[in-house]
Nanobody
Framework: DVQLQASGGGLVQPGGSLRLSCDVS????????IGWFRQAPGKPREGMIC????????YYGKSAKGRFTISRDSAKNTVYLQMNSLKPEDTTVYYC??????????????????WGQGTQVTVSS
């Protein structure tokens, strides 16, 4: 049974950092691209960052570049999203996803077949 479990969300002050985890079970995440997305109410799901094992590259959405990084722990089958310099506008629900996207569609939600349940991040003083 394929499952992704996102966790690590919470309340953080502006300028602070937070690390989200995506625990993968049911398949080896090393054979999939893993992406992090976020979705605010009433807005489309936004691709933030993706690590693609097939070409060895990491892809960044505009909001993530310079502040967010992605990493993997293969032994734990876990993928992390490190978020730094957080801003109030980063407040929303964050999702991890696994798929085999083509490069031109790597930030599109329809490229990912498996999704975690989401974890809430709130940036506020």
């Amino acid at each position: 049974d394929v499952q992704l479990q996102a966790s690590g969300g919470g309340l953080v002050q502006p300028g602070g950092s937070l690390r989200l985890s995506c625990d993968v079970s049911g398949f080896d995440s090393g054979y999939y691209a893993i992406g992090w997305f976020r979705q605010a109410p009433g807005k489309p799901r936004e691709g933030m960052i993706c690590n693609n094992q097939f070409d060895g590259n990491t892809y960044y959405g505009k909001s993530a570049k310079g502040r967010f990084t992605i990493s993997r722990d293969s032994a734990k089958n876990t993928v992390y999203l490190q978020m730094n310099s957080l801003k109030p506008e980063d407040t929303t629900v964050y999702y991890c996803a696994a798929g085999r996207p083509i490069t031109s569609a790597i930030m599109r939600r329809e490229s990912y077949a498996y999704w975690g349940q989401g974890t809430q991040v709130t940036v506020s003083s």
